[in-house]
C-alpha cells in the first residue's frame, strides 16, 4: 500500500477535544461531507471539516466510506460550528450535532439498494463484494446497512458498498426513520360542563379522584390524552370510566393533530399601514439590506408597538433582492400566532421548524431549505442553522428570553450566534424586545449595535396602567402566612365554599380588589390572565413538630406538592414520590403545604369565581404535542374567561379581548442566588403586563408583591426599561457581572461529596498557575473566582461545585477556559467538569 494517501480532518460527535485524522481513498472529499470511520471498535459518522496534515500518524486508519456525494452540511454553517465550538470550548463534531438535524448523524439510517445492470460486472466481483451484491440481488427492496452486516457477519462492508457503488450496481441513501403508522390516539374530552359549586359537590360527593380528574382536564383546555391521565396523572381507568358513566366526559378515537403550521390554507395576512416609528426603523432596516457589512440592530419597542410588522416588511424586501430569512422565536408552542403571521405572508416559502416534527419531518424542512426551495426559516434556537444561502436577515424575536441559551453542551447563545452568522453573510440582524436584555443595551451604548425605536403601541392603544397590591396588608391580622393549611388539601378535605362571598383563605391568594377586578371583567365578557410562576400544588411540604421539609433523593431541592397527582414531585429530576401523610424524621402527621403553586391558584380561581371557564397552562397541562395550541386557540375563540399559569403565558400572546392581568405573586424567583434574577423579574413582569390592553378595550395590570419597593417592581410599574436598566446596570458593578465583564462557570460534578470539592479545588489550582505561567498575556486579566459548592448543591444525584473565570474581555477568558478543557486531567473516579460560557444563571 502507497503512502501517499489522502488525508482528511474528521470531527466525531464525542465529548472528546479536538479531530481525528484518516486516510482515504481517491479524491479528497470537501468539508461537510459526511463519512464513515472506524474508531475504537466501532464506526461512527463524522463530519470531513477539512485537510488532514502531514506529520506522520501512528496506526491511521482510513475511512470506511464517504456517505455524501455533495457535502451534506454546507460550507458556511461548518464556519459557524467551528467558531462555536471554539468560543464555547465544545468539540466540534458536538457543535456540529447540535446544529444538523438528528438523521444526519445517526449510523442505522443508511440503505443500500440493488440497482442491477450487466451480470459481467456482478461476477467480476471480488469474494467479499459479491456475497453483498448477491445479498441484495434477492429483490426484497432496500435494505438496512446495520441489518446486513449483522446477518452476513463479514465485519465492516463499507469497502464493498463502494466498491459495488462505484460500478453502478447499488444505490445508497439515507433515510430518516418512518412516521408512525397509527395516525389516531384516545382523547378524553369534557362533555358537559358543571356550572355550579354546589352542583359539582352532589356530583362528585366523596369520589375524589373523579372530582381532580375531571378539573384537570377543565384545566388542560377540556381534552387530555386518556393516556396523559392513566399515565402521567395516575388515575386508574376506573375513574375515567365513572365519568363517562355520569356522562361528564367522552372518550373518543381521534386522529392525532395534523401539524397546525403544515396548513394548506394559512390565515388571512393583516395589511396595517405602518406607523411613522415601524416606518423610521423600517427605512433603516431596508438601508442595511444593501449596506455590505451593516452593524446588529436592537429593535426596542414596547409591548403591542407592532414589531412582527416590522420584520415581515423587511422580510419582504430581502426576499424581493433573492436573500433568505432566520426568524427565531423563544418557543415555537407558545407563539403560534406569531409563526401564523410569517405563514400569512410568505406561505410557501416558510420552512417551520418546531419542536413537535418527528425526526423525518425535519429532516424534510431542512432538505427544502437546503434545496434553496424553502427560503425563509421560523424556529427556535436551533433555526439557526437552517442551511440557508445568499441569507440576507436575521431576526432574533424577544432577544432577552432565557431560552436562547442552549444548556446543554454546547451551551450556545443563540442571541450571539445570529451576530455571528449575520455578519458572515453581510445580513441584517435584528434583535427585537420590549425588555432587550442588558448585553445588548450595553452593546448600543458601546456603539456596537444601533438602536431603533417603536415608543408607542400601535393602532391608538396604550399602555395598561399597573397598580401594585401589598401583600403584607393585606396579611395583617390574617391567619398567618399563605398556604399555611393545617392537612394536606387533598380530597377528604373539609369544603369551606360557600357561594357569595369569597371563601375563607382564599384571601391568601387573591387580595380584594383583585377579585374585584376580576368580577368586573367576567361581568363584561372580557378575558384574564392571571401568572404565578411556580407549578404544582405547593412548593414545599414540612413538618410542623420538627420542621424537617422533604427533599429529593438526588436533589438538594425541596419537593413540590402536585395535588391532582397526589404525588410530591422535584423540578429537576423528576424524583416523585406519594404525597406523605406523615413526616418522615419524627412520624408526626401534623404537616404543612407552603409556597402557592399554579394547581392551588386554579382550584381557589375555582372557588371565588364558579362561573369562569380557567384554564390552566404550565408544563403539567401541556404534556401534548398540540396541547399548547389547543389552550389558547381555547382562548382566542373565547372559550375561556381566565387563562392562569405559569411564564410560559407571558411570551407574545396577543388576545385584544385580554383586559386584565393579575399576577399572584411577583416573588417568586426575586430572591434565588443568581445575578440576574432581578433582571428576569422585571423582564416578567413587563411582558405579562404587556398582554393586557392590546385591543381598544384598554387593560389594568395589578401585581401582588410583598416588595413593593423593589426597583424591578417599581420599573414595572411605570413601564420603565431605561429606568430599571440604569439601576440593574449599576447594581452590577460591584462585584463585576455581566455586561461589564465577561463570565464562564465551572461546575465540577462527582456522586462523590468530598471529590467534587477536591476536584474542583484541584482543576481551580492547576488553573491559576497555568495562567501565571502561561506564555506571554494570553490569560492575563482573567480572575478566578471560588471555588465554592454550586447554589444548588446537588443535581440528579451528583455533588456540584462551582468557580468563575472573569474577564474584561473575551479573548483571554476563552484562552483560559480552554486551556483548562483541553489540558487539565480530572483526577481518576466519577467526576465530570463542564464549562458554560456567558450563563444565564449560575446555580
Ligand atoms: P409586539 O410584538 O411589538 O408586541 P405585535 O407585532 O404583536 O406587537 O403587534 C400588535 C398588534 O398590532 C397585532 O395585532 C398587529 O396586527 C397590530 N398592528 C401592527 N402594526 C399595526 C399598525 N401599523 N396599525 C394597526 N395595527 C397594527
Ligand atoms: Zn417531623
Ligand atoms: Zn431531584
Known sequence: MTEARNRVEVALPLPIHGTFT???????????????????????????????????????????????????????????????????????????????????????????????GDDRLRLGLKPRARRLADALMDGSGARRVATLRRTLGMGSIWPEIRALEACGLIGHETVPPSEPAVRTRRVVRVARTIGTLQERDELFGRAGRQREAYELLEAAGGTSELSHLTGAERFSRSVVAALEEKGLVTVVEEERMRDPFSEDTPIEPHRHTPSEAQRAALARLVAALDAPAPAPFVLQGVTGSGKTLVYIELLREALRRGRSAIVLVPEIALTPQTVSRFRAHFGDEVAVLHSGLSDGERYDAWRLLRAGERRVAVGARSALFAPLTDLGVVVVDEEHDGSYKQSEAPRYQARDLAVVRAAAHGAVCVLGSATPSLESRYNVESGKFERLLLPERVGGARLPVVRVLDLRTGRKGKEGPRGSSAQAPGPGAPDTRSGASPPPGAQRVFAPELVEAVRLRLQRREQVILLLNRRGYSSFVQCRECGEVERCENCSISLTY??????????????????????????????????????????????????????????????????????????????????????????????????????????????????????????????????????????????????????????????????????????????????????????????????????????????????????????????????????????????????????????????????????????????????????????
Open 562 to 843: 402536585h395535588r391532582v397527582a397526589r404525588r410530591i414531585m422535584c423540578h429537576h429530576c423528576r424524583f416523585e414520590a406519594p404525597a406523605p401523610s406523615r413526616c418522615p424524621r419524627c412520624g408526626s402527621g401534623d404537616l404543612s403545604f407552603r409556597g402557592l403553586g399554579t394547581e392551588q391558584v386554579e382550584r381557589v380561581a375555582g372557588e371565588v369565581f364558579p362561573d369562569a371557564r380557567v384554564a390552566r397552562m404550565d408544563v403539567d397541562t401541556t404534556s401534548g404535542k398540540w396541547a399548547h395550541q389547543r389552550i389558547l386557540d381555547r382562548v382566542e375563540r373565547h372559550e375561556v374567561d381566565i387563562l392562569l399559569g405559569t411564564q410560559m403565558i407571558a411570551k407574545g400572546l396577543d388576545f385584544p379581548r385580554v383586559t386584565l392581568v393579575g399576577v399572584v405573586n411577583a416573588d417568586v424567583g426575586i430572591h434565588l442566588p443568581d445575578f440576574r434574577a432581578s433582571e428576569r423579574t422585571f423582564q416578567l413582569l413587563a411582558q405579562v403586563a404587556g398582554r393586557a390592553g392590546r385591543g381598544a378595550l384598554g387593560g389594568e395590570v395589578l401585581i401582588q408583591t410583598s416588595m413593593p419597593e423593589h426597583y424591578a417592581v417599581r420599573a414595572a410599574l411605570t413601564h420603565d426599561y431605561e429606568g430599571f436598566a440604569r439601576r440593574e446596570l449599576e447594581e452590577r458593578r460591584k462585584p463585576a457581572y455581566p455586561p461589564h465583564v465577561r463570565l464562564a462557570n465551572i461546575v465540577v460534578s462527582s456522586p462523590d461529596q468530598e471529590l467534587a470539592a477536591q476536584a474542583a479545588q484541584e482543576a481551580a489550582r492547576w488553573l491559576s498557575k497555568a495562567l501565571r505561567g502561561a506564555p506571554g498575556a494570553a490569560a492575563a486579566g482573567v480572575e478566578l473566582v471560588g471555588p465554592a459548592p454550586a447554589p444548588i448543591e446537588r443535581l440528579h444525584g451528583r455533588w456540584r461545585w462551582h468557580f468563575l473565570l472573569r474577564a474584561e474581555r473575551a479573548g483571554p477568558l476563552g484562552a483560559a477556559a480552554t486551556l483548562l478543557l483541553t489540558r487539565y486531567r480530572l483526577p481518576s473516579g466519577d467526576v465530570r467538569i463542564a464549562l458554560d460560557r456567558d450563563p444565564v444563571a449560575l446555580l
Open 22 to 116: 484518516y486516510g482515504v481513498e481517491g479524491a479528497l472529499p470537501l468539508p461537510g461531507t459526511r463519512v464513515l470511520v472506524p474508531f475504537r471498535r466501532t464506526e461512527r459518522i463524522g463530519w470531513v471539516v477539512g485537510a488532514g496534515g502531514d506529520a506522520p500518524v501512528k496506526g491511521l486508519r482510513s475511512v470506511l466510506a464517504v456517505l455524501d456525494r455533495r457535502p451534506t452540511v454546507p460550507p458556511d454553517i461548518v464556519e459557524l460550528c467551528r467558531w462555536m465550538a471554539d468560543y464555547y470550548v465544545t468539540p466540534l463534531g458536538i457543535a456540529l450535532r447540535s446544529a444538523l438535524p438528528s438523521v444526519l448523524s445517526d449510523v442505522s439510517r443508511d440503505y443500500l439498494t440493488w440497482l442491477g
